[in-house]
């Protein structure tokens, strides 16, 4: 069976791809079969793994969610030996349009996934930053949630709203999605408001946030441009660690 992770905040700036990316990229490094499905109409986590948009513009995740062709028919390979995707680009904007008179839409996402079970060791779905029909497919077709939060001013704010949408999720469509983590990104050492954020967001969730905190990292910035996950751009940066430390508490357990 494997593992499957949503990793949504509707929140834009958080981290989402950022995460997605490196999380995927360190998991295939410990020798785990991944997928990532960027599930953003923005195909950043797309571009950010260096998959050419003439692959992503002929078949993507869009066409596999409208049932044109099967899920593992867009499923492009990285420069990782154990990393895939399933790209996507601006088709997914009309998704929501389309199937607004479906009946079931909400586990369109869960069903395309299933032919997969069994394949890889964790899928990884980049979600969108809304609460809109994307995220909650992919809330339905997840067994855990990773939540990016910054370590900013407004970090809590809208959180209530998304844990609120999970309540919704597991009373109605998915009774076994959990919340397998809030994970602290873009922490700044020398600011004074990062450092009380991180314990105000300790203080209030406890055991739900990840022991790993992201920081603030020019390497992590840089690697998309370059269409490298940062433990190919540069392995040796703090961000690179931080993601690597973050898997590594994954693998062990401690989390999801």
């Known amino acids: 069976m494997n593992k499957i992770i949503c990793i949504a905040n509707q929140k834009g700036g958080v981290g989402k791809t950022t995460t997605a990316i490196n999380l995927s990229a360190s998991l295939a490094v410990a020798n785990k079969k991944i997928l990532l499905i960027d599930a953003d109409s923005q195909g950043n986590s797309t571009s950010g793994l260096g998959i050419d948009r003439d692959i992503a513009e002929k078949a993507n995740f869009y066409h596999a969610m409208i049932g044109q062709v099967p899920l593992d028919a867009v499923i492009a390979k990285t420069a990782l030996r154990n990393l895939e995707v399933a790209p996507s680009n601006q088709d997914l904007i009309g998704l929501e349009v389309e199937f607004v008179q479906l009946e079931d839409r909400e586990i369109r996402l869960r069903e395309i996934l299933k032919p997969l079970n ?88 406890g055991d739900k946030v990840f022991k790993t905190v992201i920081p603030r990292n020019v390497r992590l910035s840089e690697s998309p441009s370059h269409g490298l996950p940062v433990i190919m751009y540069d392995s040796k940066s703090r961000g690179a660690q931080a993601y690597m430390e973050l898997a590594r508490e994954i693998l062990r357990g401690e989390m999801l």
Not at 169 to 196: C, E, S, Y
């Open 118 to 205: 069994g394949i890889y060791d964790f899928i990884i779905i980049d979600c969108p930053p809304s609460l809109g029909f994307m995220t909650v497919n992919a809330l339905v077709a997840a067994d855990s949630l990773i939540v990016p939060l910054q370590c900013e001013y407004y970090a809590m704010e809208g959180l209530g709203y998304l844990l609120n949408t999970v309540k919704l999720v597991k009373a109605n469509l998915n009774p076994n999605l959990a919340l397998g983590g809030i994970l602290l990104t873009m922490f700044d050492q020398r600011n004074t408001l990062a450092h009380r954020v991180t314990e105000d967001v300790r203080q209030h969730l």
